[in-house]
């Protein structure tokens, strides 16, 4: 194997731009000061989520949903391989990473669009228990998503985290993607920029 262009620009671009805008949100919760800060994180991980969803459809073939999300048999036994210190080499996302892919797009989007009706003063106290459970739950997926990414790079000594700022990973030549769709990446930070402009107007 060498390496080969697996990750385009869109899934990098949105993979870091939300997980910072969730960090950013997270921290500016319960202020009053950065309050638009973080309506804006939140609008910015609504807008990231909701392209990527389009993106798993019509994107690259590692980006595809129908490449990486798989049921509780390929799950089972690719967390069964990891056990035993042999894991299967998987040249997009693994099985059980694809899953929490998944659980981050949408408790991304149903956390701020319940925030986003909080800030329109809809829902009332109830909605705002539930705006603070969702990102609760969208934390604890997250810690989990990094727990795999590191035990990932490790057991398959392939930095993860590299792979996705540079795009590239262990494969074969035929499994690369043609191109990084820079262009897809441009109408990805305008959908981002028109939620922020919605969002702040």
Not at 6 to 17: A, E, F
Not at 113 to 127: K, Q, T
Not at 166 to 179: D, H, M, R, Y
């Amino acid at each position: 194997m060498k390496k080969i262009l697996v990750w385009d620009w869109p899934v990098r671009i949105g993979h870091w731009l939300m997980a910072a805008s969730f960090c950013i949100a997270w921290l500016t919760a319960e202020s009053e000061t950065f309050r638009l800060v973080h309506v804006i994180s939140g609008a910015t991980v609504f807008a990231v989520a909701t392209f990527r969803l389009a993106w798993g459809l019509i994107g690259t073939r590692y980006a595809r949903f129908a490449d990486f999300v798989h049921g509780p048999s390929a799950v089972g036994r690719y967390i069964g391989s990891l056990l035993r210190l042999q894991p299967e080499h998987q040249t997009g996302h693994n099985p059980a990473g694809g899953w929490a892919i998944v659980a981050l797009l949408g408790l991304g989007i149903a956390t701020s669009v319940a925030g986003w009706a909080i800030y329109n003063d809809i829902g009332g106290h109830l909605l705002e228990e539930l705006h603070e459970g969702l990102a609760a739950t969208m934390l604890t997926v997250v810690i989990i998503h990094l727990a795999g990414v590191f035990s990932g790079s490790l057991l398959h000594g392939e930095n993860l985290v590299r792979a996705m700022l540079t795009g590239f990973k262990n494969g074969l030549p035929e499994q690369a993607i043609v191109s990084a769709r820079p262009l897809a990446a441009l109408l990805l930070l305008s959908w981002i920029g028109l939620a922020g402009w919605f969002i702040a107007n």
